[in-house]
C-alpha cells in the first residue's frame, strides 16, 4: 500500500475510532482535555509507524493499546513528580488526595475493557450543562463527532479561531470544575440526559436547515448527529426519548436528496420526489419509533416529532398526508413542550387539514410574540396561507419580509421566488 493509500485509511480509521479512544483515555486520566491531547500524540505515532510497518490487523486495538499506555505513562509521571515534591517538603495533603490515588485507580482500570461504558461517559461529559450550549456542541463534535475545528468552524460559518477557543475554554471549564467523568446517577439522568439530547438535536438542525450561508441544508452534520445518536442509542436502549430522537433524525434524513434540485435549490416538502426518499432510513426510523412507544415513550417532545415525521413518511403522495392527525401530534407536542414556533408549525397543519383562513387565525395570534420578531418562518407561512386565500398583495408582502429576515442564501432565493410567482387562484 502505497503512503498515500496508507495515510487516507489512517484517517478513515480514526474517524471511526477517536471517540472510543478519547474516552478510553479519559476514563483513565480523568481530564477530557488531557484525554484528547493523548489521543492526538497516538494518532501522530500511527501516522509515522503504519506506513513504515503496515496497517496493524485490528487497527482499533492498535490505537486503543497505545493511548492506554500513553496514558499510564502520563500518570506514572504525575506519580513520580508527587513523590519528587514529597521530597522538597511540598503539600503531600493534596497530593495524595490526587495524584497517587488517580495512578492507583487509573492501573486498577486499566485491564477493565468497557468501551461502551468510557463512551457514554464521554457523551455526558462533553454535553455537560455547566457549558453553554455553543461549547458544548462544538466540544461535541470535536470528542465524539471527530470533526477538526476547521470542520466545525465551516459547518456553523463561524470563525475557526472563534470555534477553537470554545472548545479550550469548554475543556478548562471541565478541568477546573473537576466534573466527573461518569454517567449521572439515576437522580440526574434526566436532565443530563435532556443536555445531550439537545445538542444532538441542534446539530442535526443546523444541517437539515442550516440558517445561514450558501447552501440550503449541510447533510455532513445531519450525518455526524445521526450517527451520535445512534451511538447513545445502543447504550442507552432502553431510553424511549434517545430512541424518538433517533427516529427523528432518520426519518428526516430519508429527504435529503429529495430536498434540493440539481442546481441545490430547495424543494419544498409537498412538491418532493418522494421516490428519492430513502426507504431504508425510513425503514430504521419507523422501527426506532415503535421501540419509544412500546417503553411508554410515545408523549416524549421527540417521539411526537418523529411520529409527525412518520405521518409523511407513510403518505406515498403528499394528497395522501393526514392532516387531522398531525394537528392531534401538534397538540400534544404544544402541551409537553409548548413555544412559539411549534405553534407556528401547528397552525401550517391546521391550514392544511381546516383551510387557510384557520391557519391564519393562529398565525395572526403570533404576531405580536417576541421569540418570533426576526423569525421568516412566520411571514412565511403567513404569506403561504394568504397566497391560498387570494389576497395577494399580502402575500406578496409576506414573501419578501421573510426573504428579508433570513441568513440563508438559498432560503431567500426561494422567498423571492414565491413573492414574484403568487398570483390569485383561478
Not at 493523548?38 to 503504519?50: F, G, K, P
Not at 461529559?125 to 463527532?145: E, K, M, N, Q, W
Not at 394568504?386 to 419578501?400: H, N, Q, S
Amino acid at each position: 500500500m502505497s503512503r498515500e493509500a496508507t495515510h487516507r485509511a489512517i484517517e478513515a480509521v480514526w474517524r471511526i475510532e477517536s471517540a472510543k479512544v478519547i474516552a478510553h483515555a479519559a476514563r483513565l486520566v480523568r481530564d477530557v482535555g488531557l484525554a484528547e491531547e493523548l489521543a492526538q500524540d497516538t494518532l501522530v505515532t500511527a501516522l509515522e509507524r503504519w506506513p513504515v510497518d503496515g496497517l496493524p490487523d485490528n487497527p482499533g486495538a492498535w490505537l486503543m493499546a497505545a493511548v492506554k499506555n500513553r496514558a499510564l505513562d502520563r500518570l506514572r509521571q504525575d506519580a513520580l513528580h508527587a513523590r519528587k515534591h514529597e521530597e522538597l517538603g511540598a503539600d503531600m495533603d493534596a497530593l495524595q488526595s490526587h495524584v497517587v490515588p488517580d495512578f492507583v485507580d487509573a492501573l486498577a482500570e486499566a485491564s477493565e475493557d468497557d468501551i461502551g461504558d468510557d463512551l457514554l461517559r464521554l457523551v455526558f461529559t462533553a454535553c455537560h450543562p455547566l457549558l453553554s450550549t455553543d461549547a458544548r456542541v462544538a466540544l461535541t463534535l470535536r470528542l465524539i463527532g471527530g470533526l477538526t475545528t476547521d470542520e466545525i468552524a465551516r459547518a456553523f460559518l463561524t470563525p475557526e479561531k472563534t470555534i477553537a477557543q470554545r472548545i479550550v475554554r469548554a475543556k478548562r471549564t471541565l478541568s477546573e470544575a473537576r466534573v466527573p467523568f461518569e454517567v449521572p446517577r439515576a437522580a440526574e439522568l434526566p436532565a443530563r440526559l435532556a443536555s445531550v439530547l439537545e445538542v444532538l438535536y441542534l446539530v442535526f438542525n443546523e444541517g437539515y436547515s442550516a440558517t445561514a450561508g450558501d447552501d440550503w441544508m449541510r447533510p455532513a452534520l445531519c450525518a455526524e448527529a445521526l450517527r451520535m445518536g445512534r451511538v447513545v442509542a445502543g447504550l442507552m436502549p432502553h431510553e424511549s426519548e434517545v430512541l424518538g430522537l433517533v427516529a427523528l433524525m432518520e426519518i428526516q434524513a430519508s429527504r435529503t436528496q429529495a430536498r434540493t434540485d440539481a442546481e441545490g435549490r430547495p424543494v419544498l416538502l409537498m412538491d418532493q420526489d418522494r421516490s428519492r426518499w430513502d426507504p431504508l432510513l425510513i425503514r430504521r426510523g419507523l422501527d426506532a419509533l415503535a421501540r419509544a412507544e412500546a417503553l411508554g415513550g410515545a408523549r416524549g417532545p421527540y417521539a411526537l416529532q418523529a411520529a409527525l415525521a412518520a405521518c409523511h413518511a407513510r403518505a406515498r403522495r403528499a394528497e395522501e398526508t393526514d392532516w387531522e392527525q398531525i394537528v392531534a401530534l401538534y397538540d400534544a407536542l404544544a402541551v409537553v413542550a409548548p413555544s412559539p414556533v411549534v405553534e407556528i408549525n401547528r397552525a401550517v397543519a391546521v391550514g392544511m387539514a381546516f383551510g387557510p383562513e384557520a391557519g391564519l387565525d393562529i398565525v395572526d395570534a403570533l404576531a405580536a410574540e417576541p421569540a418570533l420578531a426576526s423569525y421568516h418562518w412566520l411571514p412565511s407561512v403567513r404569506g403561504d396561507l394568504l397566497a391560498k386565500l387570494g389576497r395577494v398583495d399580502e402575500a406578496r408582502a409576506e414573501f419578501e419580509r421573510a426573504a428579508g429576515m433570513t441568513r440563508n442564501a438559498r432560503e431567500r432565493e426561494l422567498l423571492t421566488a414565491r413573492a414574484r410567482a403568487v398570483a390569485a387562484p383561478p
